[in-house]
């Protein structure tokens, strides 16, 4: 099984946290869209006759397509990729763009598969909104939502951003609340982070935007884990929290190393052995694939580079890491070696299977940096 993934470079603006690839300016969509649906009949021997499980559109801003460019990738897809048994596909879509007219396209989009929405809501305060600068009000997040509901798509997810310095803890438990009053099913939520270049890491440095407090970031990711669990979330990942029989597939096969197929500007995929990314520009990556080239670089894993994506991957998930899922022994005794230098309170071991305790969660990609494998 496998999933293809299509990156749609757009967005109205630019969030101040973000670092992905897209582009303010749409004034290349149609083009894009087309070499889009060109990459996919060039790029249709990738996964080697794979079944096809999921797609999922996302970005960007996916919602900035409109129905029939939504149609021409898929028709794409089922034509070149006719090995489909096809159990989710995912749409992106941000607030703003759900109007009434936009979620009545989307619900056409049903008879070509579309079957989950994912809403970049992030938070119900406008306070924090205009922290990150959204381009949505706290408003526009709940209304959205309870459309996309009336409109038949019962399989939701939402996106939730907390350890934003504008968000007292009673505000982020009032967000959960909100989550949960709204009966959305599926829950991601992240801590807003710092990352380099982008406008918040300029803006925190010059004094304009207030800086992020880790304190927070740790109190209120515990109170996320409370009221989660005190609802029957299951936290399947570390950031992923779904209702019985909502895990999202897409992502769980990314985590079980399955293979998949990304399209578009900045898109990565993996075919088992190597990773290929593409080029994060939209006129070079148009200019490439209209003169038949996939833009795209290639690494090679090495067996220790696939067994540490393994290892960080895994630990976050509440599977865990199978240690004997790592092919060479002196893999296996290096990792089991190394464990005995982590905490005990951060991990448990059942069985074969390493998992993290709740407090270990906090650290997960330390500990899994701890135990990886050195070539
Ligand atoms: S909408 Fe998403 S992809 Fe676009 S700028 Fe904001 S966070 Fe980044």
């Known amino acids: 099984m496998a999933g293809i993934y299509i990156h749609i470079p757009f967005c109205k603006q630019a969030c101040h946290y973000c670092n992905f690839y897209f582009s303010v300016s749409t004034s290349l969509k149609s083009d894009l869209v087309k070499a889009i649906v060109k990459e996919i009949e060039l790029s249709k021997d990738y996964l080697g006759g794979e079944l096809i499980e999921t797609i999922y559109l996302g970005g960007g801003t996916p919602s900035l397509l409109d129905a029939d460019e939504v149609r021409s990738i898929l028709d794409a897809i089922y034509h070149f990729h006719p090995k489909l048994d096809l159990h989710e596909l995912t749409l992106e879509a941000n607030p703003d763009d759900l109007t009434p007219g936009k979620i009545a396209e989307l619900a056409s989009l049903r008879s070509h598969g579309l079957n989950r929405l994912s ?42 951003i907390y350890g934003t310095p504008t968000m007292p803890d009673e505000n982020w438990e009032r967000n959960i609340l909100s989550a949960f009053s709204l009966g959305i099913p599926h829950i991601s939520s992240y801590a807003l982070t710092v990352e380099p270049k982008t406008h918040l890491d300029k803006y925190i440095k010059t004094g304009k935007s207030i800086p992020i407090d880790e304190a927070q970031t740790v109190r209120q990711f515990d109170i996320l884990m409370s009221a989660m669990s005190a609802q029957g979330y299951e936290q399947y990942e570390i950031s992923n929290f779904a209702r019985p029989g909502h895990h999202a597939i897409h992502n769980t096969n990314y985590w079980r190393g399955k293979k998949y197929l990304g399209l578009g500007p900045s898109a990565h995929s993996y075919d088992g052995q ?77 069985g074969d299977l390493l998992k993290l305790t709740r407090k270990g969660k906090h650290y997960a990609d330390r500990i899994a940096a701890e135990l990886f494998i050195e070539d």
């Open 119 to 160: 809403i970049g809501v992030q938070s119900f305060y406008d306070a924090d909104l205009v922290y990150m600068n959204r381009a949505h009000s706290a408003q526009e997040a709940a209304a959205a939502v309870k459309r996309a509901q009336d409109a038949g798509f019962d399989d939701l997810t939402i996106d939730l």
């Open 274 to 350: 190597t990773r290929r990314w593409n080029v994060a520009n939209n006129m070079n990556y148009i200019k490439s694939i209209n003169e038949n080239v996939i833009p795209a670089e290639t690494e090679p894993l090495t067996p220790a580079q696939q067994a540490n994506e393994y290892i960080m991957t895994s630990l976050r998930t509440m599977w865990g890491c199978d240690i004997n899922k790592l092919q060479a022994t002196s893999y296996k005794s290096q990792v089991t070696e190394a464990i005995k230098n982590i905490d005990p309170s951060f991990y448990i071991i059942d």
